[in-house]
């Protein structure tokens, strides 16, 4: 069964940094994409990032709104992704979830197996 | 960048009613769309991938169709269950986008 869990959510003021961490289970990691998706409270659902697998280079994209402050790593070798978050903002605050990302192309990511989510609240 | 929009934002429908979902891409995504419910409270869930590819498990009364610019979401008999907000999402390149959501209310 597939697993994935986050953590490291929590209150930071605006300027600060937090880490989240994103474990999986169940699933060959390194074979995988890992995405972090986050909502808003009350709000849709918005895109932040992805980590390819190495398998198509472990190159990581991110949303526009996030360029520059936050970064994807993992360690395939813990089945672990981490989404590093500097200079948060209020605007920031939302659940950030972990997903798996599907692929066939290596190009082309859908997401199926989604973890609980952690909720990062930013402020002062 | 490929903004996705859905109509309607909200819909409230009876059960048995067959219901339509729209979601608009502003430029062509062939048929790189995702459709994603989450009810209330919880995680979205991945019902549709590549328009009108069923993810596992999911029940036959869902069902997507398009390509291009315009997709659909069809839930062919609405059920208590069914109440939730659905999201499409293209990957046709990045960055990835969602759209706004609708949520499916019954009456």
């Known amino acids: 069964e597939v697993q994935v869990v986050e953590s490291g959510g929590g209150l930071v003021q605006p300027g600060r940094s937090l880490l989240l961490t994103c474990r999986t289970s169940g699933f060959t990691f390194r074979d995988h994409a890992i995405s972090w998706v986050r909502q808003a409270p009350g709000k849709g659902l918005e895109w932040v990032g992805l980590s390819r697998s190495r398998i198509y280079g472990g190159v990581n994209e991110y949303a526009a709104s996030v360029r520059g402050r936050f970064t994807i790593s993992r360690d395939d070798s813990e089945s672990t992704a981490w989404l590093q978050m500097n200079s948060l903002k209020t605007e920031d605050t939302a659940m950030y979830y972990c997903?798996?990302?599907?692929?066939?192309?290596?190009?082309?990511?859908?997401?199926?197996?989604w973890g609980q989510g952690t909720l990062v609240t930013v402020s002062s | 960048d490929i903004q996705m929009t859905q109509s309607p934002s909200t819909l409230s429908a009876s059960a048995g009613d067959r219901v339509t979902i729209t979601c608009r891409a502003s430029?062509?995504?062939?048929?790189?769309l995702a459709w994603y419910q989450q009810k209330p409270g919880k995680v979205p869930k991945l019902l549709i991938y590549?328009?009108?590819s069923s993810e596992g498990g999911v029940p036959s009364r869902f069902s997507g169709s398009g390509s291009g610019t315009e997709f659909t979401l069809t839930i062919s008999s609405l059920q208590p269950d069914d109440t939730a907000t659905y999201y499409c999402q293209h990957y046709n390149s990045f960055p990835l986008a969602f759209g706004g959501g609708t949520k499916v209310e019954i009456k």
């Open positions: 997903s798996r990302g599907l692929t066939v192309t290596g190009a082309k990511y859908w997401f199926d197996s």
């Open positions: 430029q062509s995504i062939s048929r790189w």
């Open positions: 590549e328009a009108s």
